[in-house]
């Protein structure tokens, strides 16, 4: 069993278009986030949920939208797509964020995506 | 702020050297410690962690010591194979927040 899924693995798309992403985790965590890798590999988080509920919103702009319709969903949602916006994108998954064991993050098999 | 500092890469070994990669940090009050490892193609995945000072993570022969007194948790193996070449990026998570701070990353190549 897969513990975070993405769909898609693969985004290619138009500027200007509007696409989602969609992430599920199986492993009952409370906390979800959204992560941004570029072509160095740099990893900035995004966004951050705990329990269906916005935590972390990290200068991101207003073109992206999260939503979290219960605890082990996550969906990511682009608006007006711009040339900037190509790279990896990244969910995760962790039990209990900043708890006293330090939270261990569950990645997800990221999405590339593409803008043209 | 927090923040996460290890060594620009890539590093480039031969099969059975020995690796080292440094990490240093900076944080307010205790933080956990981490080394992802992130092979070609895929997602992160947590390597060994360590959540006090002088506690030693360990996995699949790589260590890290938690060191208070000069914020480091550098990686090392004393054997490297070439299925490790992947990018390795130290982390730390901080009690009471909800996120993770994660370094630039180390692309490392071993050679046959």
């Known amino acids: 069993d897969t513990a975070v899924s993405q769909t898609p693995k693969y985004l290619v798309t138009q500027m200007g278009n509007d696409k989602s992403i969609k992430c599920e985790q199986n492993l009952g965590h409370d906390t979800m986030y959204w992560y941004k890798q570029d072509s160095k590999k740099f990893l900035k988080i995004m966004f951050s949920y705990n329990n269906k509920e916005l935590i972390i919103n990290e200068t991101v702009p207003n073109r992206f939208s999260p939503k979290s319709p219960d605890k082990a969903h996550l969906n990511l949602h682009i608006n007006s797509l711009e040339l900037g916006d190509s790279a990896v994108y990244f969910c995760?998954?962790?039990?209990?964020?900043?708890?006293?064991?330090?939270?261990?993050?569950?990645f997800g098999p990221g999405t590339r995506l593409t803008v043209l | 702020g927090d923040s996460v500092t290890q060594m620009e890469g890539p590093v480039t070994l031969s099969e059975e050297a020995f690796l080292t990669i440094n990490c240093t940090y900076t944080a307010t009050g205790y933080p956990s410690l981490f080394w992802y490892v992130q092979y070609p193609g895929e997602g992160l995945q947590l390597l060994l962690k360590?959540?006090?000072?002088?506690d030693k993570g360990s996995n699949k022969g790589f260590e890290a010591t938690y060191r208070k007194e000069t914020t480091s948790f550098h990686l090392e193996k004393g054997s490297v194979q070439v299925s490790d070449s992947a990018v390795y990026f130290c982390?730390?998570?901080?009690?009471?927040?909800?996120?993770?701070?994660f370094g630039a990353g180390t692309r490392l190549f071993v050679k046959a």
């Open positions: 360590a959540t006090k000072a002088d």
């Open positions: 995760a998954s962790s039990q209990v964020a900043g708890g006293p064991s330090g939270d261990t993050q569950y």
């Open positions: 982390a730390l998570s901080s009690t009471g927040g909800f996120k993770t701070i």
